[in-house]
């Protein structure tokens, strides 16, 4: 069984947010699954195996935390895709059947992956109470993301705020499903980048996530309503960082980004 670890949403290796990605012939039982997982350690590990001919999708593809299955994962989506292309497993775009539906992952000749997404509905609530304190910042807008998301997602007043949070992540499991995304405006586009943002999700056993794909599903729709334009392109401002370029289609978002295998061995247990 051959393991890849992947960075996604970079050019570069030790950047974006690093995946595992395993290809199979057929899913071993859950238990298996989320025992790779929780040994691999990243935010997510991939597992995908191919599904017969003729049908609405090419692949099955699941995603693991080191705690728990999630409904949705852009990065390792990303590194999927990039894995079964340059191995030569896929050629062209990939349909994979999963909890959020059919998503599509299409390459591009300059090396880019995009992928097609479900857009996330954005719900404008009431800042929780403790919210403010558990972040280290007071939210402006505050909106619920829908379910196959999950999370808070908090304008704050500056982009320097986003750089600044210190967290208490223990305290901000309470407010949502999976956790928080922390956004503001580029303080200067002329820098590449539109927003910034930031992702905790303590709930999946993640303190900060690098690079998230499924954050932006409900970022590009947020900015680009305040932006007055689409596409964008999102700074993930992670210690390891990473950039999404988002362009929202009515109910799909398309996410592009780039991929690196780093590591590539055998799984022997």
Request: charged fraction near 20%.
């Amino acid at each position: 069984m051959r393991i890849r670890i992947v960075d996604a949403f970079t050019d570069r290796p030790f950047a974006g947010n690093p995946a595992g990605v395993l290809v199979l012939d057929a899913f071993p039982d859950d238990n298996r699954l989320q025992s790779i997982a929780l040994e691999v350690n990243h935010a997510e590990t991939a597992f995908a195996h191919p599904l017969p001919e003729g049908g609405e999708a090419d692949w099955a593809l699941r995603w693991f935390t080191p705690v728990a299955e999630v409904d949705m994962c852009g990065h390792a989506t990303l590194a999927t895709a990039h894995v079964l292309h340059t191995t030569g497993a896929h050629q062209g775009p990939v349909r994979f059947a999963t909890r959020s539906g059919v998503l599509v992952a299409t390459p591009a000749g300059d090396g880019s992956i995009t992928l097609d997404f479900p857009t996330a509905p954005l719900t404008r609530v009431e800042v929780p109470a403790g919210v403010a304190e558990a972040l280290g910042a007071q939210p402006l807008d505050c909106h619920d993301t829908g379910p196959h998301v999950g999370d808070l997602l908090v304008e704050l007043a500056d982009e320097t705020t986003v750089h600044a949070l210190r967290p208490d992540h223990k305290a901000l499991a309470a407010y949502s499903r999976r956790g928080i995304i922390a956004t503001a405006r580029a303080e200067n586009p002329e820098l590449g980048y539109d927003f910034v943002s930031r992702c905790f999700f303590p709930n999946f056993g993640i303190d900060e996530d690098p690079v998230t794909g499924s954050a932006h599903t409900a970022l590009a729709p947020y900015w680009s309503e305040r932006l007055g334009r689409t596409p964008l392109t999102g700074l993930q401002a992670s210690p390891r960082s990473g950039r999404v370029r988002t362009d929202v289609r009515g109910d799909r978002t398309l996410l592009t980004g780039r991929a690196v295998t780093v590591i590539e061995g055998e799984l022997l247990a």
